[in-house]
Structures are given as structure tokens and as C-alpha cells.
Nanobody, 121 residues
Framework: VQLVESGGDLVQPGGSLRVSCAAS????????MGWFRQAPGREREFVAA????????YYTDSVKGRFTVSRDNANNTLYLQMNSLQPDDTAVYYC???????????????WGQGTQVTVSS
């Protein structure tokens, strides 16, 4: 299993950014995929998840209406479009291949190296 995040950058408050996760070594289309983030001094937290066929999409409350998760099963890639970014969104963003039951995401032990998103003026 290999997950490679990319697209992180320094962006001003109110700006937008799209991060990506390239997956390989497993059947990407058979897994619910999730995004997590970890800010300095804080625990890793759930951000968003999308089921195998994109029929189920879930967000943590703090990003609803600002972030959009999507996937391209043909190219084994997961995306997170982030709009109206705020300093509190500053974190390392990670993708994960997991499962979903009754609207709850269950992470697997497989993580990428993460991509740094910094929101600052």
C-alpha cells in the first residue's frame, strides 16, 4: 500500500488550495478513502471521507461548506478541494484507505507522508 499526498502550500486566509493523494498497491476503488489532518501539538483529526462509488460523503463540522472531497477511481487518486481557508486549517494533511459503516469512517494503519498546508498572511 502506498499513499502519496501532494499539493500543500502556503496560502493567504480566504484562499483556496487542492491537495491530492495518489494511491497504489491496492484496489483503490474498493475502499472508502479519508482525509485527516494534524496541526502542531494536536492529535490527528478526521476531515472528510468518500465511499467507493462516491455515493457517501462525510465531513467534520468545521469544514462543511468549505471543503469538497472527490475521487477518480480510474486514476487511483483522491482529492480535497479547500476553499475559504483559515489559519486554523493549517496542518499536515494525510489520506487514508479505510472502511465506512453507518456514516462512521474507520481508518486503516496505512498513511502517506502528508502534505503541509499553511494558511497565513
Amino acid at each position: 500500500v502506498q499513499l502519496v499526498e501532494s499539493g500543500g502550500d502556503l496560502v493567504q486566509p480566504g484562499g483556496s488550495l487542492r491537495v491530492s493523494c495518489a494511491a497504489s498497491g491496492f484496489a483503490f476503488g474498493s475502499y472508502t478513502m479519508g482525509w485527516f489532518r494534524q496541526a502542531p501539538g494536536r492529535e490527528r483529526e478526521f476531515v472528510a471521507a468518500i465511499t467507493r462509488s462516491s455515493s457517501g460523503i462525510y465531513y467534520t463540522d468545521s469544514v462543511k461548506g468549505r471543503f469538497t472531497v472527490s475521487r477518480d477511481n480510474a486514476n487511483n487518486t483522491l482529492y480535497l478541494q479547500m476553499n475559504s481557508l483559515q489559519p486554523d486549517d493549517t496542518a499536515v494533511y494525510y489520506c487514508n484507505a479505510g472502511t465506512e459503516t453507518d456514516g462512521r469512517y474507520y481508518a486503516s494503519p496505512y498513511w502517506g507522508q502528508g502534505t503541509q498546508v499553511t494558511v497565513s498572511s
